[in-house]
């Protein structure tokens, strides 16, 4: 989830039906392909470098373009082993490629006093590095059991930001995996499109668990990131999609329980009499062609799989299957969704070469729900989210904020759940350090299973303490069935610290209003230095973070192991740019 970058939620005009969408994590950063980077001065850019700030790769190329006899460049400060920048004064191109890693500063000779210089940043990442920013995306669709509403009402959306001038090209396959209806888009640097998905072409047949060649196929020019969103009753979400650069060959899914229809909204008019039954699901994406897959369910599947753990058969031993996945197609696992105690969370799925996987619920029912009567609204929720493979998992650094609590009243449910979940075949011992609670709260998870706490309202900082590597997803446990609209997000990957960035770049769209209810939209950063982060907003120059977002919530010393500190910050629509010189990580998510 999870730079998982925006995250918004939409609720339909359907009545008292709401939908929250999947939290959306900014927790990678920084371009991950060899690229030529243009930066511009002079004419109609006047006395400025534009753009002023780079985030680059060793290995990639940058070129100025002006009159440098007007405008003479040099650089003020270089890595050591770098070579220096200029002085350039002829010509109206100077090319520099990126040999060193570190930060570079340049100006112009005479002008620099007005503002005319300019940096960049220049990192070191080899392929497998964890980024959300790429040139090859594969999207994959879950779709909510809110099956009454017609299909007209749920539609889904790739938001792609950009920082340079670029062309993406968006595909899907047909049933032979030849690439169909291809559409090509322009995206001006420091810009996001919204380009609407053709769910015809990515809806999975959910009555079988085969190879389907239902995916979105995004490839661009140069670096971008890309979300998807949906949105229709009790169906909004969205997650992070991960580059084909940052996905892996093992994963542990992360879901919830399966619903048998507790928290839905029935029994007024036009409206089922009975809840539908909703279960834990995947989607496991091929990336390159003759991928084997083998997965091992913790629960028992629809496609007549034995679990581990729980369902029909379950006796604690592993009853691993196979498949084989060609290149843009997908294979879809869920739970029955009959048992409230079954869950498809510890399913593991190791392939023969990257994959990436989409994991959620189509309609759960977070936090401890009481039925209650009269039930206003639809309390169930639909939850989806891009998996952080496990070769990017730590033992420690998973540092998190409480999502920024509702004005609604939390009657059913108030704080966040965290789950752990552990690849490893021995017992991952771990440990919650939680601000205000005395001694925290310790944990233990194994292969197949899951550690959670509920009702964390506090900072937290999990860690394994026998140094296993773990995986960590916080969950919003808020459901106000009997107190009108109040959106939320649902589920969220939480980054270890050792995978922060220095620099992300994001898109959120417009609020909508539904019933005169606007969701607000909020940030949580979590840095070593909060003052350092500079945002710039549709290409306008960086500022300090709180001169960008409206700060509404402060958390000094988040954790007793690291000197870090949290903030919550309002924010509207945009195209962001976050900088700084230390590494942080954000998380965007919707709440009202």
């Known amino acids: 989830m999870s730079m998982k970058l925006r995250d918004l939620w939409i609720c339909t005009a359907f009545p008292r039906i709401c939908s929250s969408l999947v939290l959306l994590i900014i927790g990678w950063g920084s371009a991950s392909a060899v690229t030529t980077h243009y930066i511009d001065f002079g004419g109609t850019h006047g006395f400025t470098y534009s753009p002023n700030f780079l985030s680059v790769e060793v290995g990639d190329t940058i070129i100025w373009r002006g009159d440098f006899s007007q405008y003479t460049l040099v650089s003020t400060s270089v890595p050591p082993g770098a070579k220096t920048i200029g002085p350039v004064n002829t010509g109206t191109s100077f090319s520099y490629p990126v040999e060193v890693a570190g930060n570079y500063s340049y100006q112009n000779t005479i002008y620099f006093g007005i503002g005319m210089k300019g940096s960049f940043s220049a990192v070191v990442l080899p392929h497998g590095s964890l980024t959300n920013e790429g040139k090859d995306f594969y999207l994959g669709l879950i779709t909510p059991s809110y099956n009454y509403v017609g299909s007209n009402r749920y539609q889904a959306f790739a938001i792609i930001t950009t920082y340079y001038d670029n062309t993406v090209r968006i595909s899907y396959f047909d049933a032979n995996g030849n690439e169909a209806n291809v559409i090509t888009k322009q995206i001006p640097r420091r810009n996001s499109i919204a380009v609407q998905l053709d769910l015809s072409a990515m809806r999975v047949d959910t009555n079988a668990e085969r190879a389907q060649f239902k995916t979105c196929h995004i490839t661009s020019k140069y670096p971008v990131s890309v979300q998807f969103q ?267 610290k050792s995978r922060w960035r220095t620099s992300y770049n994001f898109s959120l769209l417009q609020a909508k209003t539904i019933d005169g209810i606007t969701e607000d939209q909020y940030v949580n950063i979590i840095a070593d230095s909060l003052t350092d982060i500079r945002v710039s907003n549709d290409g306008a120059p960086l500022v300090p973070l709180t001169s960008a977002f409206n700060q509404v919530g402060q958390f000094q010393n988040v954790s007793s192991n690291y000197h870090i500190s949290g903030g919550q910050y309002r924010m509207g629509a945009g195209s962001y740019f976050l900088h700084s010189n230390y590494p942080f990580v954000a998380y965007t998510y919707g709440m009202k």
């Open 230 to 496: 949906s949105s229709g009753a009790n169906s909004g979400g969205s997650y992070l999609a991960l580059p084909v650069l940052a996905v892996g060959k093992t994963y542990v899914v992360a879901s919830y329980y399966d619903n048998p229809g507790s928290g839905a909204l029935t029994g007024y008019a036009g409206l089922p009499m009975a809840g539908e039954n909703a279960g834990g699901t995947f989607l496991v994406i091929g990336t390159q062609d003759g991928t084997g897959i083998t997965i091992t369910p913790s629960t028992s599947t629809t496609g007549g799989h034995t679990g581990v753990v729980t369902g029909p058969g379950a006796n604690g031993i592993p009853h691993p299957f196979t498949a084989v996945l060609n290149k843009g197609q997908c294979y879809l696992v869920r739970s029955f969704g009959k048992d409230a105690g079954a869950d498809i969370s510890g399913t593991v799925i190791q392939s023969t070469k990257p994959v990436a996987v989409i994991s959620g619920h189509e309609d759960a029912n977070p936090g401890e729900f009481i039925p209650v009567w009269p039930q206003l609204t639809e309390g169930r929720d639909y939850m989806i989210e891009q998996l952080l493979p496990v070769e990017f998992w730590d033992s420690t650094g998973y540092v998190s904020l409480p999502f920024r609590q509702a004005a609604a009243p939390a009657d059913q449910g108030n704080g966040d759940t965290y789950r752990v979940y552990t690849f490893d075949n021995t017992t991952a011992v771990v440990y919650a350090d939680v601000i205000g609670i005395a001694g925290g709260y310790p944990m233990s998870t194994s292969r197949y299973h899951y550690a959670e706490h509920l009702d964390i309202i506090s900072p937290v900082d999990i860690y394994a303490t026998n140094g296993k590597k773990i995986g960590v997803m916080q969950y919003d446990e808020r459901n106000q069935p009997t107190s009108g609209l109040a959106p939320s997000p649902s589920m969220m990957t939480i980054i270890p």
